[in-house]
């Protein structure tokens, strides 16, 4: 499983990300690291990121309840 950190925690603008897979995967997913690796402060914000449960709770209920008004939002303006 391949997650990306951009929405959720708030990272949009570094390529920033985690991986959940195989040892044999691990190993193809390391050998590319060394071409988009990312730096010290990088790997601060998506650490940081990750500890704030709170602040990516509240970022997920603001983002699935702004979902709902989405559809008939479009429609009040003519879109189908």
């Known amino acids: 499983m391949v997650r990306t950190f951009s929405k959720i925690y708030a990272l949009a603008g570094l390529r920033l990300g985690g991986a959940l897979a195989r040892r044999t995967m691990r190993d193809v997913l390391n050998r590319m690291r ?3 690796n990312v730096d010290a402060p990088e790997l601060a914000a998506g650490v940081a990121a990750v500890e704030d449960v709170v602040g990516s709770r509240e970022r997920a209920l603001t983002t699935s309840g702004g979902l709902g ?3 008939s939002g479009f429609t009040r303006s003519g879109s189908r």
Request: glycine share 34%.
């Open 69 to 71: 008004g989405f559809p």
């Open 34 to 36: 060394g071409t988009f």
